[in-house]
């Protein structure tokens, strides 16, 4: 009788077990299968963290997977949270260095655990629990500013770090420029006890990788397809989207907010199944890396109604689209019966502002669009996971699309003559531009690599017996253009030579030859002007061509490269060239020589890195110096350096201040192109000096670099009319 009893208990069991499953596995299948996956509600147990997984073959060089590797078990979390994904990246050359790194589309910073909070003889140092971090001893490209910075991200963790650069690789493919990063120094929050994650690779739109992708032709987007409970592999593509993860096809591209420190869309509306909550719009930050979705005050209607959720959101084209989680995903795990939401009640970094983490995004497929700045939403496939089936036999290669580099092309650059004129004060290198309308007014002006702004000698300063301009030929006169408009803003410009300009900005026309811009520019009217520029009567305005100048976009509205190629007068020839747009070939040597050198990321001056300086065949011993490059200063300034320098040369120093150089010899720069090889820039012997009086007088000094740079040194024109320059925005 017992046994019978037994046996009938045992066949309830198993008919309530058979129940269950049909019902999760037949019902819930069907239920809005349009909007993704299967609540992921239990956290199997991975590979180990020290063990790399290579289980998917990279079809596409800007592709590669997101790897869901376990926690560490040895630390205190809760095992309801969601794996981390992490991609594999290698940094540095020579030993490069793989680490798992976290994409965060609300970060700007690129950070790794490094040597620096990597102790092994104390324990508490806060990289002590990774298998990997990044030693930039290791790597002998690794170049360190090590600018101390504190970063803060959206789960409450911080990292203080200092900044360095070196190269990064994905998938064997490497960035032919060095990127920014942030080596941790300490560690603070849940990141400290992540273990698995060895950096965090910060997507925002203010990241370093946007240029990187920019200067290497790839378009400025990123697709990310997180691991769910469907499939344990993601993929991020750089450049592009993985068109493997995306239902039909189907992109919607969502406008981001402008002036917000994260990446911010609009919700017009939230649904908790069909009845929408009485909320206006709800600004709501997008996060790979934020594990929850928080509604901050508007939890409270939230929480009293549930079941399946849908935030309203417009796309850049115009309609409303509803992001939708059925019901059976908003629990992140099941305990004691209960269903714990993935949503809760924290707030956001600012007033009135909701978060949407992983736990939702990991159900579609995402995209973050630099250029447009928009975040783009998909419909995630169901039917596609590389990884194996349960017999064991590896998947079809997949048909991607591949994105291949966009070859741009340009018109010919605008052509406009450098002229060398001379007056009892200096020799200057000057180009004609028309300014203003009904007439246009005909100025000289000087190109200027270290200045952003342009400034123009006007009849504010041209109005008395005493006006600093007097001397000038020529000036721009505002009130005979149609078309000048003041803009209310008053200002002034410093020079790297010491001169210095104010007055007010006023916008108007500028012509290059018979080449006009669509746009106006904002200049400065030079009300008054002091230093060498008052003196130098043969300028009549000054073009700033720096990174950040406006002639950039205005050569982009225009379709135009954004490449400005200068070769200044020399000794050889007394007229030169400026190329708006490209670079005037016919003052090339060889027009199949053509080298690249990065510039360093400074917003004030465009520097790049001099790794060696040579006397004749004398290396000095010196560190990597910074240099900055300038087409308006009339010196090559070496500041702390000097000293050594003037000692291998046998210089002695005059009383008014000039270096006398007994036996001339070859002065050499050697700089590390983008391509890798070191080149040479040499000024030949004949040219490092001016012989006044039988003496030869060089052309270097001991002047420090500007207040803001004191340790670079300074290139000027001595060194670069030697040679046929540009200046490559588009490429740093």
């Given at each position: 009788m017992k046994n019978?009893?037994?046996?009938?208990?045992?066949?309830?069991?198993?008919?309530?077990?058979?129940?269950e499953f049909f019902f999760l596995f037949v019902l819930f299948k069907p239920f809005n299968q349009k909007y993704t996956n299967f609540n992921r509600n239990v956290i199997e147990k991975h590979n180990p963290k020290n063990h790399k997984q290579d289980l998917f073959k990279k079809y596409n060089p800007n592709i590669f997977n997101i790897n869901q590797d376990g926690r560490n078990e040895a630390v205190n979390i809760n095992v309801t949270e969601p794996p981390v994904g992490t991609p594999t990246v290698e940094i540095g050359s020579n030993l490069s260095l793989s680490l798992n790194l976290i994409p965060d589309i609300s970060s700007n910073y690129i950070g790794l655990c490094s040597q620096l909070c990597y102790n092994e003889e104390e324990e508490v140092d806060s990289c002590n629990n990774r298998i990997d971090y990044f030693d930039s001893a290791y790597s002998t490209s690794f170049e360190g500013n090590y600018k101390t910075e504190t970063i803060f991200y959206l789960d409450g963790s911080f990292a203080s770090a200092v900044t360095?650069?070196?190269?990064?690789?994905?998938?064997?493919?490497?960035?032919?420029?060095?990127?920014?990063?942030?080596?941790?120094?300490?560690?603070?929050?849940?990141?400290?006890?992540?273990?698995?994650?060895?950096?965090?690779?910060?997507?925002?739109?203010?990241?370093?990788?946007?240029?990187?992708?920019?200067?290497?032709?790839?378009?400025?987007?990123?697709?990310?397809?997180?691991?769910?409970?469907?499939c344990s592999i993601g993929s991020i593509s750089f450049g592009g989207i993985d068109p493997r993860y995306i239902f039909n096809a189907n992109l919607y591209n969502i406008p981001a907010l402008n002036n917000t420190d994260y990446p911010t869309i609009k919700i017009n509306a939230i649904w908790v199944n069909e009845t929408p909550l009485a909320f206006p719009a709800i600004n709501a930050i997008i996060s790979t890396s934020y594990n929850k979705i928080s509604l901050g005050n508007f939890s409270t209607q939230f929480f009293t109604k549930l079941g399946a959720n849908a935030f309203d959101v417009t796309t850049n084209s115009g309609p409303i689209i509803g992001i939708i989680l059925s019901s059976f995903l908003t629990c992140n795990s099941t305990i004691k019966g209960q269903c714990i939401s993935i949503f809760n009640d924290e707030f956001g970094p600012s007033n009135n502002t909701i978060i949407i983490g992983a736990l939702f995004i990991q159900n579609f497929y995402i995209t973050v669009n630099k250029a447009s700045r928009t975040i783009g939403i998909a419909q995630r496939s169901e039917e596609f996971c590389p990884i194996p089936g349960p017999t064991g036999v590896q998947p079809v290669p997949p048909q991607t699309t591949i994105l291949p580099k966009p070859t741009p092309t340009f018109p010919p650059p605008q052509i406009l003559n450098l002229n060398r004129f001379k007056d009892n004060q200096s020799s200057e290198f000057l180009f004609q531009v028309q300014i203003g309308s009904d007439p246009s007014q005909a100025l000289s002006i000087m190109l200027d690599t270290c200045i952003n702004n342009i400034g123009v000698c006007s009849e504010l300063c041209y109005q008395s017996s005493t006006g600093s301009c007097n001397n000038r030929q020529h000036i721009f006169d505002s009130k005979n253009s149609s078309s000048f408009k003041l803009n209310g803003t008053i200002g002034s410009i410093s020079y790297l030579d010491g001169s210095s300009a104010k007055g007010p900005f006023g916008n108007d026309f500028i012509t290059l030859g018979n080449f006009g811009f669509v746009n106006e520019f904002s200049f400065l009217l030079f009300n008054q002007i002091s230093g060498a520029l008052q003196a130098e009567s043969i300028v009549e305005g000054i073009m700033g061509v720096g990174l950040s100048s406006q002639i950039w976009d205005q050569l982009a509205s225009k379709g135009y490269n954004q490449v400005i190629g200068f070769a200044l007068p020399n000794s050889v020839c007394d007229f030169g060239s400026v190329a708006f747009g490209g670079i005037d070939l016919r003052f090339n040597d060889n027009s199949n020589e053509i080298y690249s050198i990065s510039t360093l990321n400074d917003s004030t001056y465009p520097k790049i890195n001099i790794i060696m300086i040579w006397v004749n065949k004398t290396a000095l011993k010196f560190p990597v110096i910074n240099a900055i490059i300038s087409t308006n200063y009339n010196k090559i300034s070496l500041g702390k350096f000097s000293t050594k320098f003037f000692n291998a040369l046998g210089a002695n120093k005059t009383s008014d201040g000039n270096w006398v150089i007994p036996n001339p010899v070859d002065i050499t720069f050697d700089v590390i192109t983008v391509s890798g090889p070191v080149i040479g820039i040499t000024i030949p012997s004949n040219l490092t000096c001016n012989i006044i009086k039988g003496?030869?007088?060089?052309?270097?000094?001991?002047?420090?670099?500007?207040?803001?740079?004191?340790?670079?040194?300074?290139?000027?024109?001595?060194?670069?009319?030697?040679?046929?320059?540009?200046?490559?925005?588009?490429?740093?």
């Open positions: 019978k009893w037994h046996f009938i208990f045992y066949c309830v069991i198993i008919l309530i077990c058979c129940l360095g650069f070196d190269y990064i690789t994905f998938n064997n493919y490497t960035f032919k420029d060095k990127t920014l990063l942030s080596l941790f120094v300490e560690i603070n929050g849940t990141l400290e006890i992540q273990s698995v994650i060895e950096g965090v690779m910060g997507l925002g739109f203010d990241s370093p990788i946007w240029d990187q992708l920019a200067s290497d032709n790839y378009p400025q987007v990123i697709g990310i397809a997180l691991p769910n409970f469907i003496k030869c007088i060089s052309v270097f000094d001991e002047l420090p670099g500007p207040p803001n740079s004191t340790d670079s040194i300074i290139l000027g024109i001595p060194i670069i009319q030697n040679y046929n320059c540009a200046v490559n925005k588009a490429k740093s």
